[in-house]
């Protein structure tokens, strides 16, 4: 991040960090597929959880720099919140895709009933405390601005302009490539349109959160832990 000013280091580190691990775990699992030893052949049981402590402290080095805004018309943000959810869940649960049970398996290390609790524990903390943050932070509060001018502080928070628009809602749904990839595009035009309505970060993070929330009490519930 070479000449990057404060600010958009503290907009950035925290998603270049959890990108930058998660590509570390790719590039762990191909390099060792197969190897017996779970840290190089699974290596998303320690990529997740430490994405979670160093993402954490990312984000609160930089707490101070955030526009947060205020908590503004609730009932959209929640409304986007449980619309989004169940445009994520439609593919399986109504449209007879099949179910997404591959992936993170809770009982990796055995049926010790601790650690379950606490992976499945870390597990929760990122989806819906980490993700939506670091998320909106670099998606709606950075990129969305940014693209309408580099000089993205000078841009008011939620400014509508149709290319930042489409491409940011694009770019999300890319950086969830493969079967989420529709629900993210949506996904990411929907939580555009909450940053564009409220002008405010904390809006879109409390939409995002409640998503996760009401997706990783889906999951545990159905089983389908592939969304993870």
């Known amino acids: 991040m070479l000449g990057a000013t404060h600010h958009e280091k503290a907009y950035v580190a925290p998603f270049f960090a959890f990108m930058g691990l998660l590509l570390l775990g790719e590039i762990t699992a191909k390099l060792f597929d197969g190897q017996a030893f779970w840290m190089v052949s699974a290596p998303r049981y320690w990529v997740f959880p430490l994405q979670t402590i160093v993402c954490a402290g990312v984000l609160a080095r930089y707490w101070r720099e955030y526009e947060w805004g205020g908590l503004r018309d609730s009932g959209f943000t929640l409304g986007v919140a449980v619309l989004t959810f169940v445009i994520w869940i439609a593919p399986q649960a109504w449209l007879h895709q099949p179910r997404r049970v591959d992936g993170f398996d809770p009982w990796f290390f055995g049926n010790n009933g601790t650690v379950t609790t606490v ?3 870390i597990r929760f903390i990122r989806l819906v405390i980490v993700v939506p943050l670091l998320e909106e932070i670099f998606w709606r509060g950075f990129l969305l601005r ?4 580099p000089d993205f502080m000078r841009v008011p928070f939620g400014t509508f302009r149709w290319p930042s628009f489409g491409a940011v809602s694009l770019l999300f749904a890319i950086a969830h490539w493969g079967p ?3 629900p993210a595009l949506i996904t990411g035009a929907l939580f555009n349109l909450v940053a564009h309505r ?4 904390v809006c879109c ?3 995002h959160a409640v998503t996760n929330l009401l997706l990783g009490i889906y999951i545990l519930k159905t089983g389908q832990w592939g969304f993870w």
């Open 205 to 207: 993070v409390i939409t």
């Open 180 to 182: 989420d990839f529709v």
């Open 119 to 121: 992976s499945i524990g």
């Open 146 to 149: 940014y693209l309408i001018q």
């Open 198 to 201: 409220t002008r405010s970060l």
